[in-house]
């Protein structure tokens, strides 16, 4: 890690100027990787699976050959990074186990091959314009890519000098449960320095297995000491003006600025609801006392747009997900569960006949 300091003025000891993390990645950034290596890989099987394709036809592998073809390139990458992400190979902490790689990767590539199976013996358009021996080879192709990429990921992303290094603010319950999964699950995403926290009883000793560096008055100076990347703020109560100001710094400085609970949704893909302020459930968009009218036309809009991509996905592969779902688990294949949504309240009371339908 770079550091620079410049001279104050009066001659007073030198703070940090810029903090650079140079190839250290984020958990985000680690996940676009992997998922970026899929493409490439299943793009380079689809095009050498229609090169391998040409041996069995009278054809040529040209530049028109190619072009006239290229339409199942796509068709087959989306379909393998979605069932990949079905199954949670884009998963950092997954992708590190070859013992549930493999199983999963054979489960994508089975998947692809039960669905496409159905569509060739049913499809009422002339067989002859669906390939076989394409796919086969690419589904060899992809799975043998794929997990060489999975290996090749695990020796090099896991390197101490591509982890971000990361100091945690606060070492009560909220700090310890992040702590704890760093250690136990995420190591090789986020190297765990320490605590800052201003107890004293807690100063120079260890909380769950992490030294706690000194108060949190001085988190710019240890962060730079340390050699962080990251600052993670984890402490449930309103942000105090000193600490905030502490924490601009630190974002000034280069530091990455994360609180908790993102943190915890970004490894996990759960909200830690348990160590959340009540101001965390508003969202960012609210203005004049609602949703902007941008932000509900937009959302509306994502949503009939996935429903109706995955609508058309489920049609094709549900039944063979639903197959292997029974075969795989006990119990019914849908899960049920009463859920409250928004205005769920309201709704009750114009039920009730407690307020005027509107």
Known sequence: MALSRDKAVDGSMSRPARISSGLRLTPAERKTILWLGDVLITISAGVIALWLWTFSKPHSFTVQFLVEQARWIPILTISWTLIAWAMGLYDTRLSLRASVVMPRLLGVAGVMLAGYLPIFFLLVAPRQLLPRLPLLYFLFLALVGSALWRWVYAITLTQGALRQKGIII?????????????????????????????????????????????????????????????????????????????????????????????????????????????????????????????????????????????????????????????????????????????????????????????
């Not at 700090?175 to 100063?203: M, N, S, V, W």
């Not at 108060?215 to 100076?221: A, E, K, Y």
């Not at 995955?310 to 029974?326: D, H, N, Q, R």
């Not at 205005?343 to 307020?355: K, L, N, S, Y």
């Open 170 to 358: 606060g070492a009560g319950w909220a700090g310890r449960t992040l702590a704890e999964l760093l250690q136990d699950e995420y190591a090789a995403e986020i190297q765990l320095l320490g605590f800052l926290d201003d107890d004293p009883a807690k100063q120079k000793t260890h909380i769950a297995n992490v030294p706690v560096l000194g108060p949190t008055t001085d988190v710019l100076d240890i962060a730079c000491d340390q050699g962080a990347d990251a600052v993670i703020y984890a402490i449930t109560h309103r942000v105090q003006p000193g600490m905030f100001q502490a924490l601009l710094d630190c974002q000034a400085a280069g530091l990455s600025v994360i609180q908790m609970p993102a943190l915890y949704e970004t490894l996990t893909g759960r909200v830690p609801v348990e160590h959340v302020r009540s101001d965390w459930l508003l969202p960012g968009e609210v203005t004049g006392g609602q949703a902007a009218l941008t932000y509900r036309l937009f959302a509306r809009l994502l949503d009939w747009v996935f429903g109706l991509l995955a609508g058309t996905f489920l049609i094709i592969l549900g039944p063979v997900v639903a197959l292997l779902i029974k075969l795989d688990s006990p119990g019914p294949v849908f899960y049920r569960q009463v859920r409250l949504g928004r205005a769920f309240g309201e709704w009750v009371r114009q039920v009730a006949g407690r307020a005027p339908a509107v």
